[in-house]
């Protein structure tokens, strides 16, 4: 009897411990879930208090006749698939070179750390100023060509300006996170395969990239969310410009929630999009999961 009333009393004790949480996590979000489910079926401006129930027709118009959405979703995707490809790549080559103990190694990771610490929208402004200011000033310097480019003014090359810029701010992050797993490889390993007469590209392809699957795991899973919900570097930098090319799906969901005062057909497209990610997520994990259980 004693045993069963002491395990009541440590139920309750974890009851009352975890219910201000739970009851924090359902009002910040699953009621709010529900109410995008609700006014997704809706036509509303986000001020009538009784929204026009329309079924399923906003997500029929949306993935039927909507071009900004459309062109806003291959913006998104060719972004995407960019974005985790050099970031990953780039941040295990820095953080390999960083790992070889070099002098200046903790200077050089805190400057590569420093710009994700900002924020994005402070970043695009800093670059829209260099795009449009630095640029020529360094182009009538120089008379280098390639200051004198519009980068912010062409389509292509404004696409690889919010990149390129989304990039540098974030690289630090992923750096860390890749140094943290090579500093985890054991050193014995290396060493090993050094005596077996394994060079530095083998050793690398053969050794390192297998047992940073964790980590690769974690930064690919982080800038697949990432760069899905690009909007804040959009807004300072290029404001979907020129011409709405820059238009990603986040950003386009805000033009028509916030701007157009049509908040159940963004409200729709925004469950879309939760839907998307939350789908491509699951692949994901699962797929790198599986590679690290092979590894």
Same mark, same amino acid.
């Given at each position: 009897?004693?045993?069963? *009333?002491?395990?009541?009393?440590?139920?309750?004790?974890?009851?009352?411990?975890?219910?201000?949480?739970?009851?924090?996590?359902?009002?910040?979000?699953?009621?709010?879930?529900?109410?995008?489910?609700?006014?997704?079926?809706?036509?509303?401006? %986000?001020?009538?208090?009784?929204?026009?129930f329309v079924g399923l027709d906003n997500f029929r118009q949306i993935l039927s006749g909507d071009a900004n959405f459309s062109s806003a979703s291959w913006f998104t995707f060719k972004y995407a698939v960019l974005y985790i490809v050099l970031i990953n790549v780039l941040a295990i080559l820095l953080a390999v070179i960083l790992d070889l103990r070099l002098k200046t190694a903790p200077l050089l990771r805190a400057a590569f750390f420093i710009p994700y610490i900002l924020s994005l929208v402070i970043v695009g402004f800093i670059w829209k100023f260099i795009f449009m200011q630095g640029f020529e000033s360094l182009g009538a310097s120089?008379?280098? %060509?390639?200051?004198?480019?519009?980068?912010?003014?062409?389509?292509?090359?404004?696409?690889?300006?919010?990149?390129?810029?989304?990039?540098?701010?974030?690289? *630090?992050?992923?750096?860390?996170?890749?140094?943290? *797993?090579?500093?985890?490889?054991?050193?014995?390993?290396?060493?090993?395969?050094?005596v077996d007469g394994a060079g530095p590209i083998k050793r690398f392809f053969s050794i390192t990239l297998p047992l940073l699957a964790p980590s690769i795991t974690i930064s690919v899973f982080m800038s697949l969310t990432n760069s899905i919900k690009i909007f804040d570097v959009i807004v300072s930098l290029t404001a979907g410009g020129p011409g709405g090319t820059t238009f990603s799906v986040a950003y386009d969901i805000y033009r028509d929630t916030f701007q157009n005062n049509m908040y159940g057909y963004g409200t729709a497209k925004a469950l879309i999009l939760f839907v998307a990610v939350l789908i491509i997520t699951i692949i994901q994990l699962t797929f790198f999961k599986s590679r690290e259980v092979e590894g």
């Open positions: 009897m004693m045993k069963l *009333g002491r395990k009541w009393t440590e139920k309750l004790e974890f009851g009352i411990f975890t219910l201000p949480v739970l009851i924090c996590v359902v009002f910040a979000f699953y009621i709010p879930l529900g109410m995008t489910f609700r006014y997704s079926l809706t036509e509303w401006n %986000g001020i009538s208090k009784h929204p026009k120089t008379g280098w %060509g390639i200051f004198k480019l519009s980068w912010l003014g062409e389509a292509n090359l404004a696409f690889y300006s919010v990149l390129g810029v989304s990039i540098w701010q974030s690289v *630090g992050f992923y750096l860390v996170i890749y140094i943290a *797993g090579l500093q985890s490889i054991p050193y014995d390993l290396k060493e090993a395969a050094t």
